[in-house]
């Protein structure tokens, strides 16, 4: 006992002194962000954001203190802490978490200028957040089993026999549910629950996000998967593009399978005055933002007349169906016919 | 729970009052564990019964709820038959490197559960479902059962196996009417926490697609951001572990708390024939192999195959740092305030204590967002100074591994003779000091279990640390989801790696403690 408590005693003294000259200086209690700076909550993940908010504070001089996690739990967080939240800015990884935001009343209108520059299709209507960057729909597919023109670009074949328990779908993913908002509003009700039923009389794989659906088709465990297009442009940038099994379809232009989702942020209520958040915020839809989010994440710029990423085709040609992604009684309705055919 | 075998002055004996100044230490601890449990109940009643009927009552929720229950049925089962035969292996066998095994027993903590599963499924892509679930899940939770097991086994008494020999008893009845009676509340408490574990672990079903209560708790929050919904189903997950913890209770029930003779004789080590010693070495490795040396080397390799470029050291470094302070932090404070709950439930067993510690117990089974959602919700309406500050994410971590502390505190206060504080009163000590200086001080080695326990589990831990971690500070478990998060597992590995080896220091300290035998 006496070796080991000494053991012990060097290991605790040890991580008392690491812990102390790691301990973080920034960081204050709620809503005490010092002048020319603001509180970001991220629903994107520092490697994405983080190298784009050294951006803005060296070309402006603000300081942001971020604060990163997943959309969804972001967008709970801020809910429960409602008019208490030190935050100022919400980013968020899809329409339907800032249109829940929105809606429970704790985030503030935008100024004209900075939602006017955004195509009206991807943006809020009420201008209570901007669209950022889109994201188009694609059937990945796993090119050692498939040939290109194997795989459809659109969703309806995959119930027929021959795609029996090859696809996969990630049913709790705001972007599949988009999806399937999409579907409901092109195809009507009827069709979208025919098609969902079958899909899952025709043994679909449900996943738990889009990037454990690519990695199953990139090892070969799933033939085709139903994802956004960036998580392949994600997996290329880091694994080598030729090194890759799975290969992306588009979507048929017009057809709820062209469907482009969103990334947005939104100011929150009571933080109108916030100059630097509002400058952040504008900075997000300017020329230097967008260029980041078109060549670093691979992501549409949602400016009208922007190019897209590179090997994608153009956001014009996609003509995706025009549906408002934030607006939450059609997301509910989308929930309630997933639950009804039983994949939530 | 009884100890008719003690002559106690006052403490011990069950319906024996227990002193004023204790209760009103004990108390206030099971109210911090039942803070998640007053959240849910705001959450989940206040909306009125539309959200509960339309998540709670549909038969999706009664076939999650099953899935649950089998999952846990599994797990349970394997940690106590893989955590016994680990426990007796490496303290009643004679193995070379006697050192080695106890430590390599202890070290499936430091992986997290949602690491494994990465790795298993970087190897074989094709798995999902129950199977490689659980076997993941109880190769993850066996620490639990093994080091309890093992503290039990190397403190029981020799002299009552040769009375058992004397009496005719051969090796398997002296196993199963000595052994078993004395390793069975030590193999209760690990099951519980094992279980209590698999409840509210959503990564890796998650991953190895087998869903579960947690992935529709997860999923009321994703679909419709329904924090009511939410609630509801977590209010299954609390039913479930009022089950668990009754069950433990009956478990610890008619097995007498023994305390431990301080002239006992320990057992020795049993030498065995070669094969077999080759035998039982082979099965540990296996098991160290498959759930340490695969996670790892599967991690490396992606590193490995990845185009990206050098890790970040400073980055690992801070991170690495802050979690151990973290950990270090929450150990301490876990540690000091479980003690008079664990004290009470110790010497003065009933009604009172019961109810105080299946309360505590309660919130343990509930997934990490709903714990960290209630402390955002705690935190600002008590203390909103401290919102988002290390010293309010070392109290959630308090409040969500409690019970790991609670447990190991418990059975080491037990084994203490309660007839020796009121000695040390004779000599002129307070209670309160008189508790300190004799009672906690020898039952110090469990303490530290318990604390070690809740170090390693608190630096894995991510939802509750992603909501509540101060502004720009990063843990290596929140560094690891922010590349994973994204699917850049290669730049993810060095930070999964670090994480096995900061939480690898209190799994050797534990094993130290639990394995070996008395210099």
Redesign the interface.
Known sequence: ?I??RR??AV??AA??L???????S??G??GSAPPNSF?LYSGR????IGPLVKQFTEETGIEV??????T??M???L???GT?S?AQVFLSQDA??LG?VADAGLLSTLPAEVTGKVDPRYTSTDGSWVGLTGRARVIVYDSQELRSNQVPDEVGPLIEPEWKGRVGIAP???SF?AFVTALRLTEGEAAAEQWLTALKANAV????GN??I???VN???LDVGLVNHY?WF??AA???AGRLRAQMKFGKPGSASALVNVTGAGILRGQEQNAAAQRFVAWLVGEQAQRYFVTETYEYSLIPGATGPEGAPALADLRGPDIDLSD?AS??QT?AL??KV?L? | MSNPSVESPAAGRPGTRPPAWLVALAAPVTAICAIPLVYLAVRAFSGGPAALERWLFRSRTLELTGRTLLLTAVVVVGCLLLGTATAWAITRISLPASRLWPVLAALPLAVPSYVSAFAWLATWPAINGLAPLALIMILACTPYVTLPVAAALRMSDARIDDVARLLGAGRRRLFTTVTLPHIAPAAAVGGLLAALYTIADFGAPAMLRYQVLTYAIRASYLVSFDRQAAAALAVVLVLIAVVLTMAERQARRGVAGRQVAVRARRPGLRRVSRPQTALVAAGLSLVAAASVALPLVALLRRLWLGTGSDPDWGRLLASSASTLGLGVGAALVTAVLALPLAALVAHYPGRLAGALEGVAYLGHGLPGIVVGLSLVFFTLAVTPALYQTALALIFAYTVLFLPKSLGASRSALQAVSPGLAPVARTLGRSRPVAFVSVTARLAWPGIAAGALLVMVTAMKELPATLMLRPIGSNTLATELWDRTAVARYGAAAPYAVALVVVAALPAWLLSDRSGRAEP
Do not use: F
């Open positions: 006992m070796i080991s053991r012990l290991v605790a991580a008392l690491l812990a102390g000259c790691g301990e973080p920034a960081g209690p709620g509180v993940s520092e490697e994405l203190q971020a604060r990163y996690g997943s969804t739990e967008a709970a967080q809910m429960e802490e208490r030190p339907g978490a829940a709790t993913n705001a549910q794989q449900t996943y738990e990037g454990d690519l990695e199953a090892t070969g465990a998580y994600e997996a880091e694994q080598g939450l997301l509910e929930v997933l639950q039983g939530v």
